[in-house]
Structures are given as structure tokens and as C-alpha cells.
């Protein structure tokens, strides 16, 4: 089966996809990560140090390891989204998204007529999919996914509105900036009990809306309560977490 294509099919069979978390600008760190257990990798385009040179060099690394890959893209940037689906992704994540608008327009770039206005060009897409043109534009809206970040006020006061639009797939909750926008600035507490009925309140309504729910996870042992709670896409650490966990074992040992 194509990677791109594995990711939605997790989703919709309702099996929790364990997701690698990469910033670091070398694209060989995210498929070296994906030679590993995990479900998928996210290339993180926003705060990592990700450029788009580097993000379409990962995605076709990550899918050699018969992985999907999914940028997170930096905010606003939607034109991005298509030129990544084109390479290859087989979902993005958009953050800030707090109204239908944003939604909307995100999701645009997201999926073909007649529900978007991607345009066409997969000169990657094809190759990875194992498509051809007929098949893949007759596949790729239920293919690739659109995850619509939930990270402020007005996403959750908006958030039933988000998950009715048709172009998107799913939200994605950023942990962090939801304590850092609910505490109005006075906390960054991503497990604190405001966060977390917020939380429970997205998960909730997504699972009622059909759509898909995502989520960044603090470590291996948060990410994986998050996906026995029903997340779909559940980050479980981050690559330099997992570089600076290893050096510190090593050394451990050695002293």
C-alpha cells in the first residue's frame, strides 16, 4: 500500500497513528525516524528548522520506510500545503486556524474541485502514490488529509464551525498554546485541568462531527494515554528530545 494513503486509512479503521516529531533541518533525521516504530513522521515547518527545500527532500525518505509523512506548515502559508501534497505528504497540519475562514481557505488548497481549489501538479505525488492521473485525482481528496490546528479562544469558541467544513479533516490540538491563549497569557501549562477539559471538550466534539482528532503529545508516556483516549494522530517526542534522552543514557552508563 502507498504511504500516502496508509494514514487515512488508520484513521478511518480507528487505529491510533504514533507520530515522530522532527525540527531538525536535515531531512535524513526524518527518515532515519521513520526506519523506526512509528506510525508516521511530522516535518515541522512552523517552529522547527524546516525550510520547504528540506521539507520535500524528508517526504520522500519518510515514504521509502513505507511511511507517511505530514508538514506542518507555517501559519497562513496554505499555498504551501499543495506544493507539499504535490511532493508527496500524505497530510498537513495548519496551525492557528480560528474561524471557518481559516478553515476554509486552508482546505482550499487541501482538495481538488469540486470541493477546493487545489490546482493540479503532483510530479512527486504520482511517483510515491503508485497512481495515475486519472486515479490519483479521483483518490487524493479522501487520500490526504487536512488537520486545522486548534490552539486558541476563538478555534474552540468556533470549533463546531471548523469541523463542519467540508474540506477539513480534522483538528489538531497544540497543547501549549491553548494554555498559553486560555490562561490569557499567564500560564504555559499544556496538562493543567483547564487545558485538559478543553481537551476532552475538542475530542469530544470532533468524534461527534465524524472528523478526525490529532494532537501533540509531551512524551511517549502522554502520547500514548492520548491515543487510548481516542486521539487518531498523537505526536509521542520530538527529535531532539530523542537526541538529548539518548546522549544522556549513554553517558549514564559510561559514568
Request: charged fraction near 20%; hydrophobic fraction near 50%.
Amino acid at each position: 500500500m502507498s504511504a500516502m494513503k496508509i494514514l487515512a486509512d488508520r484513521c478511518r479503521s480507528g487505529k491510533p497513528t504514533l507520530a515522530a516529531w522532527c525540527g531538525l533541518p536535515d531531512p535524513a533525521v526524518a527518515g532515519l525516524l521513520a526506519r523506526e516504530g512509528f506510525d508516521a513522521v511530522v516535518i515541522d515547518m512552523q517552529h522547527g528548522a524546516i525550510d520547504f527545500a528540506a521539507a520535500i527532500k524528508a517526504i520522500p525518505l519518510v515514504a521509502a520506510a513505507g511511511k507517511p509523512a505530514i508538514p506542518r506548515i507555517p501559519v497562513g502559508e496554505f499555498a504551501t500545503a499543495s506544493r507539499l501534497l504535490d511532493a508527496g505528504a500524505a497530510a498537513v497540519i495548519a496551525p492557528m486556524i480560528n474561524s471557518v475562514e481559516d478553515a476554509r481557505r486552508f482546505g482550499g488548497f487541501m482538495k481538488y474541485p469540486p470541493l477546493g481549489q487545489r490546482s493540479w501538479g503532483p510530479h512527486a505525488a504520482l511517483t510515491l502514490s503508485g497512481l495515475g492521473p486519472a486515479d490519483y485525482f479521483a483518490q487524493a481528496n479522501g487520500m490526504t488529509l487536512a488537520f486545522a490546528m486548534i490552539e486558541t479562544r476563538e478555534a474552540l469558541a468556533d470549533l463546531d464551525g471548523i469541523l463542519a467544513a467540508p474540506e477539513i479533516d480534522g483538528i489538531f490540538i497544540g497543547p501549549s498554546d491553548l494554555s498559553i491563549a486560555l490562561s490569557d497569557g499567564a500560564e504555559n501549562n499544556p496538562t493543567g485541568p483547564t487545558v485538559t477539559a478543553a481537551i476532552d471538550h475538542a475530542l469530544a466534539r470532533t468524534k461527534a462531527a465524524g472528523k478526525f482528532a490529532g494532537i501533540f503529545g509531551l512524551s511517549g508516556e502522554q502520547g500514548g494515554a492520548l491515543a487510548r483516549k481516542g486521539f487518531d494522530l498523537v505526536s509521542i517526542g520530538t527529535d531532539t528530545g530523542f537526541l538529548r534522552a539518548g546522549a544522556q543514557e549513554v553517558l549514564a552508563a559510561a559514568r
